[in-house]
Structure formats: structure tokens, C-alpha cells
């Protein structure tokens, strides 16, 4: 049966409305079930948790179709916005204390935004993040749609930069007006190409023109919506655009309990309790949240494939060098 703390974290999670998590710690209990021999048992609770994950999922598809892009631009912004599916939550995230701190205030900026407002004061809706791949920035942008209940559009940037003079900044200025109009989170991924220093080198005129665009469009924008835009090239970003956000979040890689809490978060329904926590922990620095979460998934899958409910030490080391070797070359 569930252990002491199982159960306090169903309870927890249901009287917190975390869907996520509630499943997670069923199958936890499943797997347990599972590896005492109670096969009925773990397959029944399985079978539960997979048919209340389907339902959830068509509840919030559904509702994501309600919510239209601007009708008069509709065919416009084809191919220049995409709706993300998101259900992320920040408990799911592996943050550094900072960026846990600094997303929590966001959330409760926005939340709060009413009460602000009574006082003149606005929350804070504009964010740049940046930071190697793989640290969690789209992730995080999916988890704050999530957490405030709004839809996420990602900015497709391919589509969006044209050759033709004076198109990008027109298509700039529709999405800007979707922004306005309609309340959610918007994703300019890769964010650095268009952000890029004017007079750089590679520098075209349509660029600059773009860019100065989307500077004009930004400070100008006073809707309700949160923009953020990620990029793994800080460096490259021109510095009058850093002025125009509210919060700039910097990612990194993850450090020791960082990445013990990846490993143990993914490899939950796995025993991992013959593990060298220090050694694992030092085999994955330097690596992403992505990769090591990628690693885990290596060593569950060859677990599984093997017909064994644990996972050694040797075989996540394994996948982790592997990783590590990829980056080497």
C-alpha cells in the first residue's frame, strides 16, 4: 500500500489542484505495488491514472479552441503564430533558488494585477531570458501560461523575417496587435534573430529595420499579455533592448541537488536506492536540464527493455558519458 508520505502528497496535490503531480505519486505507489508482486493491483491504479490523464488532456484541448485569433488578421498571421500546447506547472521545474523566487513573483504580479493597479503599479509582464539550451527557458515559458491559465503562442521567426523591405516590420506589428487583443503568453524563441546589435558585421538593413520595429512596438505595448523572449546568445543582443524588459532571468546549468532532483523526479517509478548520489551528480556537471533528463530516459528505457524495475549506477553513468562525449565532439 501507499507509504505515510504517498498519501500526505495525494492529499497535498489534490487540495492544491496539482493534476501533475497527484499522477505522479499514483504511479510511484503502482510501481511499488508492482515490484511486491501486486500486478492487478499496480495495473488497475495504471489503468486509472492513464484514463483520468485522457480526459484532462480533451478538457484542455477543447478550451484551447476557444480562443481565436484576432478575426480580422486571421489569415494574416498564418504561419506567424503557433498555439503551444502547455501543462507544465513550476513544482515540475528544477530551478535555482533565484529564478524559483523571481518566477513566483511574477506569477503573483500577475495574479495580483487588480490590487496593483489600485496603487498605479504594474506587474511585471515583459521578460528576456537567456542562457545556454536546454536550462529551462521555453519550459518556464510553457509553466507561467500554465500557471496564470493562458494560452501560450510561440512567434515563428522563420516565417516572421522576410527580404522584402519593410514586410517583417508589418507582420511585427500584427502580432503586436494580437498581443493587444488577446490576453496570453507570447514566446520570441531564438530571440537573437532579431535582436542582434545593429552595426554588427552580419548586419543587414532589414534587420535593423526590424529590430528597431519591434524596440518601438515593445515599449509602446501597455496590454495585458506577457511577452518573452529567449535566447542562448546574450551576447549577440543590441543593449537598448535589455531597458525594455521588466525582468532579465539568466539560466544555468544545473549544480549537484539540482541535478539529484532531475534524477530522482524522472527515474521516480524506478529504484534508485543503491545509487552514488556524489558520483552520478558529478558525472552529469556541465550538462543541461534536458540532457540529463535525456540521459535518465536512456537508462529507464534500457531498464525496462531488460525487464528490470532498477536502475544502477553504472547504467545512468554510462548514459551521461555518453551525453558528455557528444558535447566533446
Known sequence: MATAEQLKALLKSHAERDDQRFYSVALQVAAKEARQGHNKLASDIKNLVEKSQRSTNKLGLASSRTIPFAQQNQ???KGLLELTPHSVRLNELVLSDDIQERMEKVILEQRQKDKLSQFGLQPRRKLLFTGSPGTGKTMSA???ATELKLPLYTIVLDNLITRFMG????KLRLIFDHIRQTRAVYLFDEFDAIGTQRGAPNDVGEIRRVLNSF???VEQ?????IIVAATNHPELLDQALYR?????IKFEKPKFDQICLLIQNRLSL????????????????GLSSAEITRSCEDAAKEAVLNFNAKITSETLLKAFSRRQSGNNK
Do not use: C, K, Y
Not at 244 to 248: N, S
Not at 271 to 280: A, E, H, L, P, Q
Open 75 to 77: 489569415s494574416e498571421l
Open 142 to 144: 510553457s509553466m507561467l
Open 167 to 170: 514586410e517583417t516590420a508589418a
Open 215 to 217: 524596440l518601438l512596438f
Open 221 to 225: 505595448d501597455a496590454s495585458e499579455s
Open 244 to 248: 525594455r524588459f521588466d525582468d532579465i
Open 270 to 285: 524506478f529504484d534508485t536506492d543503491d545509487f552514488d548520489w556524489r558520483m552520478v551528480a558529478e558525472a552529469a556537471n
